[in-house]
């Protein structure tokens, strides 16, 4: 058994198992996989404590979804000092540092060298708050994943009956939804409450890579004016029910023209979205908005259709 110290560890975790790398001060690396599971998990804290691993050391987790949150609170609950990082920011530090190293190959590994490389994690440091919001974000896009499958079984069912000439009591089908419907409510004030701090710090992380930062949706839902203020945001994207019922309703040319020139006095971009009539884009070039999306353009397009589209 290897019995040199461990300095840093790396833990990929997919949807079925995890892999976790500890790297040692003799440069020596030990790889292993379990289930991805709170059993396996264990697996992997035991085995950690089994080598007498430090809790200080660097700890990497790959952060893209529920399985790695379910993970890094564990590992959290354990003692050790997690730092979750963007699978973008992963990227980054591949490309910069260990790019040519023969172990790239190995995610586990290539997240334990980042433990190494940078020696400040701090801000890639997960407090247990941080790791429950991020819970409850990935919960919210499980909830409205099954609210959209009952909806369309519902209305499947509602279909058949009619065919039939039978009416279905589908009352059960329907208070379902209604249930999640209030519990979706109840995460987003939670998330929109607890989550700016938490936010500006992902999308700081994300500028820093040269990346731009759009509010997609401007004017409805939880979108803030406050948010203007304290998020690094490059554009704003109108929510194409403003301009849906551009030029017959005065009301949403006037929210828009607002819209506009609310982005040109904070010097932000801004798109509209659901542009569909020539008089509608003749609006917006008018009011100072130059950049558009909609079926007056073209329709959703595959990445194929795309390049073709772009060579023409």
Request: proline letters at 3%; hydrophobic letters at 40%; a negative charge.
């Amino acid at each position: 058994m290897n019995t040199s110290p461990v300095s840093s560890i790396g833990i990929d975790v997919s949807k079925a198992s995890l892999s976790f790398a500890t790297l040692r001060v003799d440069h020596s690396a030990i790889v292993r996989s379990c289930a991805n599971s709170e059993s396996g998990i264990d697996s992997l804290l035991a085995s950690l404590k089994e080598h007498n691993t430090d809790t200080g050391v660097p700890c990497v987790i790959e952060s893209t979804g529920d399985y790695h949150v379910k993970c890094a609170l564990m590992v959290s609950d354990a003692g050790f000092t997690v730092n979750v990082i963007n699978p973008l920011i992963t990227k980054q530090y591949q490309r910069a540092s260990v790019r040519n190293n023969k172990d790239d190959t190995v995610d586990a590994i290539r997240l334990a060298r980042i433990g190494l490389l940078e020696p400040d994690l701090k801000r890639f440091r997960a407090t247990k708050q941080s790791l429950a919001l991020k819970k409850v974000v990935a919960s919210v896009g499980k909830l409205d994943h099954y609210k959209q499958e009952l909806k369309a079984h519902t209305k499947q069912l509602k279909e058949a009956g009619v065919m039939l000439g039978v009416k279905i009591n589908l009352s059960h089908l329907e208070k379902a939804v209604t249930s999640i419907e209030k519990q979706i409510d109840q995460f987003e004030t939670y998330i929109h409450d607890h989550a700016p701090k938490e936010a500006i710090e992902i999308l700081g992380e994300f500028k820093a890579l040269g990346l731009e930062i759009s509010v997609d949706d401007f004017g409805t839902g939880y979108s803030s004016l406050s948010y203007l203020k304290r998020l690094p945001i490059d554009k704003l994207k109108i929510d194409q029910s403003f301009i849906h019922d551009i030029p017959e309703d005065e009301d949403d040319m006037a929210i828009t023209k607002t819209i506009i020139g609310l982005a040109r006095n904070l010097k932000l971009d801004v798109i509209a979205e659901g542009v569909e009539t020539a008089e509608q884009e003749n609006f917006l070039l008018q009011n100072g908005c130059t950049l558009a999306q909609g079926y007056l353009y073209d329709r959703p397009l595959d990445t194929q259709t795309t390049t073709l589209r772009l060579h023409e």
